[in-house]
């Protein structure tokens, strides 16, 4: 299959982007100075980050926000105007179909502002239109996605778009740049302070240019994307939650507020209010490595006795602390903090410990 380009091709190309096929798209991985550089410059600066690829779309109609609820465990009912709530769409055995972020665009709920991931994009807009077909789906297909994470972020930012940096995080306002319209969230997936910025495709690369010309910003790539997300302990659609995969082994009970947990009202409810009552058979943990060797996916995850406890589902190297780290989900009993544990690679067993997340502290705007 041919990879589709973003509206930001060309300027990756022109500042020489190492480009790969990823969820359809041609996008870069890195750009010359490396993933390590990139990541570390996020870390201290401002990264610029193309993410058009991910779907955005509108939700409308009277009553919106209950009648999403009835797809996500999600409390959009309850969510102030303008403001950001993270979900996931479940499946009847409570399991995930795709993880997004939903903005509520109005007081009474009736129109809401959804950023899903790029490779289930397709498979969610399906589920809307059966679900829901009494509301409006607009997926806004003219509109490009970039991301400006660090902790100069808002300072940059800030030049171009006056009024942003007084932007709370998990909240959305509409600014006007060179008179067109941009949906700004102060958000982001890295753990950085950092705003997701929605605007017309023809004036993404007008914009992108503008940011990098400043002395905080540098164009970053996929490869600094993921190790950015690692470190924040952040879960990858497709890695470390599935549809297998329910929100509470996923770590994700935060994200299911009281009144959803008691009520349900979404696919795979029982599941989920069973797991918070009785537990899980596994749970996502944290995992630094004692050496210098990274584990990637798939690598099994075994105890003191040699017996297999659990599976790797993220795993590389952390530029931030100079070792490698991992993701992965282990029986409860191996979950503790500081719980010694080795990880299956190339048939040798690499000795890790169980690490709280996120492994580099969050750095968010509050």
Same mark, same amino acid.
């Given at each position: 299959?041919?990879?589709?380009?973003?509206?930001?091709?060309?300027?990756?190309?022109?500042?020489?982007?190492?480009?790969?096929?990823?969820?359809?798209?041609?996008?870069?991985?890195?750009?010359?100075?490396?993933?390590?550089?990139?990541?570390?410059?996020?870390?201290?600066?401002?990264?610029?980050?193309?993410?058009?690829?991910?779907?955005?779309?509108?939700?409308?109609?009277?009553?919106?926000?209950?009648?999403?609820?009835?797809?996500?465990?999600?409390?959009?009912?309850?969510?102030?105007?303008?403001?950001?709530?993270?979900?996931?769409?479940?499946?009847?055995?409570?399991?995930?179909?795709?993880?997004?972020?939903?903005?509520?665009?109005?007081?009474?709920?009736?129109?809401?502002?959804?950023?899903?991931?790029?490779?289930?994009?397709?498979?969610?807009?399906?589920?809307?239109?059966?679900?829901?077909?009494?509301?409006?789906?607009?997926?806004?297909?003219?509109?490009?996605?970039?991301?400006? $994470?660090?902790?100069?972020?808002?300072?940059? &930012?800030?030049?171009?778009?006056?009024?942003?940096?007084?932007?709370?995080?998990?909240? $959305?306002?509409?600014?006007?740049?060179?008179?067109?319209?941009?949906?700004?969230?102060?958000?982001?997936?890295?753990?950085?302070?950092?705003?997701?910025?929605?605007?017309?495709?023809?004036?993404?690369?007008?914009?992108?240019?503008?940011?990098?010309?400043?002395?905080?910003? $540098?164009?970053?790539?996929?490869?600094?994307?993921?190790?950015?997300?690692?470190?924040?302990?952040?879960?990858?659609?497709?890695?470390?939650?599935d549809a297998t995969t329910s929100p509470i082994e996923?770590? &994700?009970?935060?994200?299911?507020?009281?009144?959803?947990?008691?009520?349900?009202?979404?696919?795979?409810?029982?599941?989920?209010?069973?797991?918070?009552?009785?537990?899980?058979?596994?749970?996502?943990?944290?995992?630094?490595?004692?050496?210098?060797?990274?584990?990637?996916?798939?690598?099994?995850?075994?105890?003191?006795?040699?017996?297999?406890?659990?599976?790797?589902?993220?795993?590389?190297?952390?530029?931030?602390?100079?070792?490698?780290?991992?993701?992965?989900?282990?029986?409860?009993?191996?979950?503790?903090?500081?719980?010694?544990?080795?990880?299956?690679?190339?048939?040798?067993? &690499?000795?890790?410990?169980?690490?709280?997340?996120?492994?580099?502290?969050?750095?968010?705007?509050?």
């Amino acid at each position: 299959m041919i990879a589709s380009p973003t509206p930001l091709h060309a300027l990756h190309l022109g500042l020489g982007g190492r480009m790969v096929a990823f969820a359809g798209y041609d996008l870069p991985v890195n750009y010359p100075a490396g993933i390590i550089a990139e990541h570390l410059w996020t870390r201290e600066n401002a990264g610029l980050f193309d993410v058009s690829h991910m779907g955005q779309a509108f939700v409308s109609g009277p009553g919106a926000a209950a009648r999403l609820e009835t797809l996500l465990p999600g409390d959009l009912q309850g969510l102030a105007c303008k403001r950001i709530r993270y979900s996931q769409f479940t499946n009847a055995d409570g399991g995930i179909l795709d993880d997004l972020m939903v903005t509520k665009l109005d007081e009474a709920g009736d129109k809401l502002f959804l950023v899903v991931n790029a490779a289930c994009k397709t498979q969610d807009f399906s589920l809307l239109q059966a679900n829901l077909p009494d509301l409006k789906l607009e997926i806004l297909q003219d509109r490009a996605l970039l991301a400006l $994470q660090g902790p100069l972020a808002a300072r940059a &930012l800030e030049r171009h778009i006056p009024g942003v940096s007084a932007l709370k995080f998990m909240a $959305q306002q509409d600014f006007v740049w060179r008179g067109e319209t941009l949906f700004v969230s102060r958000s982001g997936y890295t753990g950085e302070d950092g705003f997701e910025i929605s605007i017309p495709a023809d004036f993404a690369e007008n914009l992108a240019e503008s940011l990098l010309a400043e002395e905080e910003v $540098q164009a970053i790539g996929l490869g600094a994307r993921d190790s950015l997300r690692l470190e924040a302990g952040l879960c990858l659609y497709g890695h470390d939650i599935d549809a297998t995969t329910s929100p509470i082994e996923a770590g &994700l009970n935060w994200s299911i507020s009281k009144r959803r947990r008691e009520q349900g009202g979404f696919p795979g409810a029982a599941r989920v209010q069973r797991e918070l009552g009785q537990g899980v058979a596994r749970l996502r943990v944290g995992l630094i490595l004692d050496g210098k060797a990274p584990a990637r996916e798939g690598a099994e995850i075994v105890d003191s006795t040699g017996a297999i406890v659990g599976r790797v589902t993220s795993g590389g190297f952390s530029p931030s602390l100079s070792r490698p780290i991992a993701m992965g989900y282990v029986a409860p009993k191996c979950a503790a903090p500081g719980t010694p544990l080795s990880l299956i690679v190339r048939g040798k067993p &690499l000795p890790a410990h169980v690490k709280t997340l996120p492994f580099v502290p969050n750095r968010y705007q509050r």
